[in-house]
Nanobody
């Protein structure tokens, strides 16, 4: 079992920055990748960014150049640095942990971007 806890969400003005954190606990040695997804009201959950154990990263086109995903293996934590935030970035952001047997999700962190 892997337990994921997100933190760092909040309210920010357009153009501002936020950093999300996702702390993993439990059988973290089974994790082969971690990532961030988001879900805006009335929309499907979508990929934001992922990072593998080997630090290979993948980003959605909508966040390339603005968001950066990183991980601290010693702390079992993955981060999402979000810069130049836009109104369209408003969503609940979920942390996902991938193992060979199943995926795990955090409870979500609200990010609200205001004009």
């Amino acid at each position: 079992q892997v337990h994921l806890v997100e933190s760092g969400g909040g309210l920010v003005q357009a153009g501002g920055s936020l950093r999300l954190s996702c702390a993993a606990s439990g059988s973290t040695f089974n994790l082969i990748a971690m990532g961030w997804y988001r879900q805006a009201p009335g929309k499907q959950r979508e990929l934001v960014a992922t990072i593998s154990v080997g630090r290979y990263t993948l980003y959605a086109d909508s966040v390339k150049g603005r968001f950066t995903i990183s991980r601290d293996n010693a702390k079992n934590t993955v981060y999402l640095q979000m810069n130049s935030l836009k109104l369209d970035d408003t969503a609940v952001y979920y942390c996902k942990g991938v193992t060979t047997s199943r995926d795990y999700w955090g409870q979500g962190a609200q990010v609200t971007v205001s004009s």
